[in-house]
């Protein structure tokens, strides 16, 4: 869902329900946009991303830029906005013509724009968005997969669907949650869920809770191959139900149990019993990947 904010600002631009109404910016439900009217959750979530402690903040789908205002209000020296709609790019430039030099808009799909190029001048820079539901997990698992790391992001404030907040926060103790987006996250960020958002707060509603999600990277994570890693879970969590020497099988080939073994684990574990430092082993092991193996981005 792309969610798109008023925030309470003091920069005498118009209310961004007079904008949306300007510039016919309807929300579309083809681009999963639901807009945020809430000064006070606009602020907070503005607030989270401490944008005055950083020189870049990268914000994916702004919208009409109610949340950009509130970034830039908060203190930001420098915002770089990812906008696919191109009908909100006039609301966006009277926001930059507003900060002269302290907001760029690039059009384009957050998916294909290379990011880490885009911020080379600035160190460090940090992510504030609210992201589009149907690519938000597919964002999150490129940046944290990012590589060589530390990454050129130092904190991720995004917003995301309730239960997949709980997903990349969960640990094996929530079996229902735990899965290769929490083992990714978690390898290479401590993560925490710093608030919801109700459904109520927007217009139109949304049929789910909301949750914004704060990532800092670990400065050194476990050390281990990452393509292994993102192998082994993608394997071992494509098959949850089965024991570790079942799902695991197609990857590790005849020495699966050994393997398993070898990485101080049980090969008749399933795959959510197994915490991130297992995971982590299994990577370390003596296998190849196939050469077809399509890791996920």
Known sequence: MCLCCMSATKDDLPPLREVVATYGLAAKKALGQNFLFDLNLTGRIARA???????LIVEIGPGPGGLTRALLAEGAPKVIAIEQDERCLPALAEIAAHYPGRLEVVAGDALTTDLGLLVASYRPARICANLPYNIGTALLTRWIETEPWPPWFDRLV???QREVAERIVATP???????RLAVLCNWRCET???FDVSP????PPPKVTSAVVELVPRAEPLTCDREKLSAV???AFGQRRKMLRQSLKSLLGGGTSALIEAAGLAPTLRAEEVDIAGFVALARGDFRL????HVLK
């Open 290 to 293: 196939p050469a077809t193996e």
């Open 173 to 179: 103790a929530q079996r229902a949650d735990y899965g």
């Open 192 to 194: 925490r869920i710093l």
């Open 49 to 55: 991303a401490d944008p005055s402690k950083t020189a």
């Open 233 to 235: 879970t993608q394997a």
């Open 158 to 160: 995004l917003m995301f």
């Open 200 to 203: 109520s707060a927007f217009t």
